[in-house]
């Protein structure tokens, strides 16, 4: 499949230090690709870079235009979510419906007002008056309605509740995705995504430290809950990382057998999030 999303190389600085550092990254059609790391990671900075809203080094294409010098033409074909506070807190939402159909060709009006009529934000509400929960699934109704190949999200349910979190990530796989669409998310919410990934990035110091289809948490990683004296048998061994759990230790190993680690424990498939923060900790011991 054709990639939507070709870096080679691609570093940032700021006075010196790096924001992003040589990254390598392809991006295929159809994916969800979640960009995980901690906060100052450099996942902003290089979803900027792909917007073409920050100076870069290397090279970079999306959708076969640089964002550098053809953000115009690009921006026809990607929607973007970030922090919804730069909606015009003045205007009431069938104004700012309008005020976006005039401006984007590629915008269904029909199909925002129609994903709005499922939720609590009336046309006539002065958007300052919305909740942080509607003021997203304001932002979310006029991004779905754009037909656009590539939607880039940044941190998009910072600050919401549980319940519209859940209720953000399922109206984005149902009423948006497809195999024509690719979407990047940015998060630290790992547990969060996973269900909704294809493959996932972890980020740390502007560094791509692991890059992998979601089908690598099964095939490529093993996590054996070893208890009792077998975590001290399991300790000299070389793992990928590890975390306390109630009478011992879970081990997570990369590339090793399941069939090998049975003997010390229940072996399960780690969670993305387990993962994380191996990765962030160092990996291979």
Wanted: charged letters at 20%.
């Amino acid at each position: 499949m054709t990639n939507i999303i070709e870096v080679s190389n691609l570093t940032k600085q700021y006075q010196g230090n790096y924001a992003i550092k040589s990254l390598d990254w392809r991006v295929g059609g159809g994916s969800i690709v979640g960009l995980i790391g901690p906060n100052g990671a450099g996942k902003t900075t290089l979803l900027r870079a792909l917007l073409g809203l920050t100076h870069s080094e290397g090279t970079l294409q999306v959708m076969g235009k640089d964002p550098r010098t053809e953000r115009h033409q690009l921006m026809q074909d990607v929607a973007f979510i970030a922090d919804t506070a730069v909606l015009p807190r003045w205007l009431r939402v069938d104004q700012l419906i309008s005020y976006v159909e005039g401006v984007q060709p590629k915008f269904d009006r029909a199909k925002a007002e129609r994903f709005l009529d499922q939720t609590s934000v009336g046309p006539k509400a002065r958007i300052g008056t919305l909740s942080k929960g509607m003021m997203v699934q304001l932002h979310l109704a006029l991004t779905l309605a754009v037909d656009a190949r590539l939607l880039i999200l940044d941190e998009p349910t910072l600050g919401l509740d549980i319940l519209y979190r859940k209720q953000f990530f399922d109206q984005l796989l149902n009423d948006y995705f497809d195999a024509e669409r690719t979407i990047v998310i940015s998060t630290h919410q790992v547990e969060e995504v996973q269900h909704i990934l294809t493959h996932f990035v972890f980020l740390k110091n502007g560094e791509m430290l692991m890059n992998a289809p979601m089908t690598a948490l099964e095939d490529r990683f093993v996590e054996v809950h070893a208890l009792g004296e077998n975590a001290a048998l399991v300790n000299r061994l070389r793992y990928f990382g590890s975390r306390h759990i109630l009478g011992g230790q879970a081990f997570i190993f990369d590339s090793v057998p399941r069939h090998e680690l049975e003997q010390y424990g229940a072996c399960h498939t780690p969670a993305i999030s387990d993962l994380f923060v191996a990765a962030m900790a160092g990996g291979v011991r």
